[in-house]
Each structure stands twice: as C-alpha cells, then as structure tokens.
C-alpha cells in the first residue's frame, strides 16, 4: 500500500513529451496507488475552468478515469493553478484542499502545501499573490469572456518570466524560520511541498526532535514522484522523461 505525490508539472500543449509523462503515470501507476496527491502547479498556467480546449479536456480525462475507477484524488492549488475551481473539481472527481492541509497519512500527521508562502524572501511575488488571491479581483475575472482571460494571463506570464530572470536563487528558496512555525502550527515532524524545483529530502532538528521536509520536484527534464508506503517507509523517484 503506497500514495503518490507530485508537483511542478507544469503541463502545456507545447511540452507533449511531459504531458505523455503525466497520462502514463494516470494510466499505469496512479490506479496502483490508494491516493493521488498533487501539490500546485499541475498546469504552465491555467485560465480557468471554462476552457474548451482540447488540451483541458484530454488532462481533465484523465482525472475523471483515475477518480471513476476508484483511486481518490486530492488537489492543491499552485502559483500557476490558483484559479483552478469547482467546476474543474465536479468534472474530474478531484478533491480541492486548502492553502495548507493537515492529512493522516497511514497513522502519520503531516502537513501538505505548494510551499510558495513559505518563500518569505520573495517580497514581489508575495505582494503579487495577495493581489490576485482577492476575492472580488477574481469574482471579476471568472466572468470575463474566455478570449480576454486567455490575453490576460498572456500578459501575466510574460510578466512572471521577466521577473524569474532578475532574481537570486536563494530568493526563491523557502525560508526555515517560517517552515518550522508552519510545522509548529499544526503539530506535525513532516511537511510534504514544491515550488521551488527542488527536489530533496531535508531532516532538520527543532528541539530535541527530528522533522523531515520532503520537497518534490518539478518535471521539466525528468518526472519527480515521492511514494509513501504504510510502512512509513518513502522514496522520492526520479525519471528521465
């Protein structure tokens, strides 16, 4: 018995190869599986749940074959996936989580989150974030005709890649202090995240006790999955795509 985790796919009709990843993992590993997590930033950029695309519709598919068949999926929203709604959910059969989420996980308390607000350094993108979390900024936007949205988030993107080229690595990266109140908060030694692309297992020391930071990885050249078995035992596997 095992559940999988990822993050950071990133998926886009001009990344087939990737796509091609994830649809095998939906179709071969996942249904293995007793649960599916996935951590934020499934999509490049997602417009919202009223895309007629083809592309929506083949990754919405394959949620929808995954959840009938009896494997529970569970969703966190990302940086580029934030908009990702209720419509999104009933279609597929995945489950929409909180910012941050408490789970128990075969008798073990851990805390599952994307890991963007953890990234304290990163003053800009935060100030972004909070900007577009708004309630009635997005109450706006989910009523825009779908062509505005897509010239928007075109705008956006561009916006996001210019603002990645100018800063420091270590900006990007998450900020201990705020990772151990986070752990502190909801009472766990284990936190699972991504964002960052960077892949690791950190264990640290608060207190006299041993915490574990689990950080997926992004698939840009290889796919990243963590497995965690009942046994507490767990491996994050790597795999060139």
């Not at 994830?22 to 895309?51: K, S």
């Not at 964002?195 to 915490?211: A, Q």
């Amino acid at each position: 018995m095992h559940t999988l985790f990822i993050s950071d796919l990133h998926l886009t009709p001009t990344r087939p190869e990737i796509t091609a990843a994830f649809q095998h993992l939906m179709q071969h590993r996942a249904p293995q599986a007793d649960a599916l997590y996935i951590l934020g930033d499934l999509f490049d950029f997602w417009i919202g749940d009223d895309d007629p695309g083809s592309f929506a519709q083949t990754i919405k598919d394959e949620f929808r074959k995954l959840t009938s068949s009896g494997t529970p999926c569970y969703f966190v929203h990302g940086n580029r996936d934030f908009l990702i709604g209720k419509r999104f959910s009933r279609e597929t059969g995945v489950q929409l989580l909180g910012e941050k989420t408490l789970i128990e996980l075969y008798g073990k308390r851990l805390v599952i989150m994307h890991g963007d607000t953890l990234c304290l350094d990163d003053v800009r993108y935060l100030q972004f974030r909070k900007k577009v979390h708004q309630p009635w900024l997005q109450w706006i936007y989910y009523r825009l005709p779908f062509t505005l949205k897509q010239r928007i988030v075109s705008k956006v993107k561009q916006d996001v890649r210019m603002d990645k080229q100018s800063k420091s690595l270590a900006i990007m990266d998450v900020t201990q202090a705020e990772v151990e109140r986070v752990m502190a908060e909801y009472q766990v030694d284990m936190m699972i995240h991504g964002h960052t692309h960077r892949p690791n297992i950190h264990h640290f020391d608060v207190d006299g006790t041993e915490k574990t930071r689990i950080v997926l990885g992004d698939w840009d050249h290889e796919l990243s999955v963590l497995e965690y078995h009942q046994d507490s035992r767990y491996c994050l596997l790597h795999q060139q795509i």
